[in-house]
């Protein structure tokens, strides 16, 4: 056989096989596509479902202050050194571009309208999700596992009224707490660095800052926090009630929920980002001048 043949027989052969994998690929994305579907319909529902016991029967108090004890006080050391090494890092890779056009005195404006508009709230939930979202999908993955969740409701107590409530009910409202913790402390870490090491006028720092950084600045921050501890919750809390069995499965759902809480925040803070600049120019911003 000349090579020539036996070249033509073998892309023969590549391209049948290429055909052959094909419908696989397709099968395999309609399947991704269908999951993907059918679990953010769950989600909805368990999200429904916490609404529902939350506004027809409330919280109980005591796992109310116990998850907002877990929640909120022991995540008040890392929020605070995350904000504050937030703040020290703007100024580091800003404070050169800003020397090269001799606006050094506006460096203020520029790390707490970062601070508080963007990077203080997503950057505190993404640690929050790690910290808490992790640990929610843990503890209630391991009460599945070991039967606690089926438990409660043979002893005819709802589950997601006792286990889930709670801990959504204390991420709604400690979350943007936390955030302004972390924008404190990344306000007063950036100002500590630009003043102290890089020799930025202190007057005209925060002079600056007050000017550029309005009160819309910290609402939005805050509303964007108060979704992101929303999403964090419902999330994770999904997670830990549809864990796999076994340790293994503990796991993934600890993962799954830091990861999938993760890329929620990022695509929920673009569509706020976007209905809040609207907002802003619609009914907030001043009027032209003429």
């Known amino acids: 056989m000349s090579p ?78 995350t904000g ?11 404070y050169p571009q800003f020397r090269m056009v001799s606006l050094e005195s506006r460096l203020g404006a520029v ?6 508009r963007e990077l203080g709230p997503v950057l505190a939930a993404t640690m929050l999700a790690g910290r808490i979202g992790s640990s929610i999908a843990a503890e209630l993955g391991t009460m599945r596992v070991t039967e606690q969740i089926d438990a409660l409701a043979s002893m005819g107590t709802n589950p997601v009224y ?5 801990r959504v009910l204390a991420c709604l409202f400690l979350i943007p707490g936390l955030t302004a913790m972390a924008d404190l402390l990344g306000v007063f870490g950036g100002a500590l660095y630009s003043i102290s090491i890089l020799g930025v006028e202190s007057h005209s720092y925060w002079y600056y800052s007050s000017e550029f950084v309005g009160r819309f600045d910290l609402i939005a921050g805050m509303i964007k926090s108060m979704f992101f501890g929303g999403i964090i919750a419902i ?26 809480s993760f890329v929620a925040i ?16 619609l009914f907030w911003s001043p009027p032209p001048l003429i």
């Open 84 to 94: 504050c090494f937030i703040g020290m890092v703007l100024a580091v890779q800003s």
């Open 4 to 81: 020539t043949l036996s070249s033509q027989q073998s892309d023969s052969e590549s391209n049948s096989e290429i055909i052959k994998r094909a419908p696989g690929f397709w099968d395999w994305l309609k399947h991704i596509v269908v999951a993907a579907i059918v679990h953010l319909g769950d989600l909805t529902m368990f999200a429904s479902s916490t609404a529902y016991w939350f506004f027809t029967k409330g919280c109980r108090t005591e796992t109310l202050i116990r998850a907002s004890y877990n929640i909120g006080v022991l995540s008040l050391p890392v929020v605070m050194l």
């Open 235 to 260: 999330i994770s809390c999904h997670q830990g009630f549809n864990c796999d069995p076994g340790a293994e499965g503990v796991g993934k759902a600890a993962t799954a929920s830091f990861v999938l």
């Open 111 to 116: 790390i707490n309208m970062s601070l508080v």
């Open 162 to 166: 006792y286990l889930v409530v709670p």
């Open 266 to 281: 990022l695509f929920a803070d673009l569509m706020l980002g976007i209905m809040l600049d609207g907002f802003y120019s």
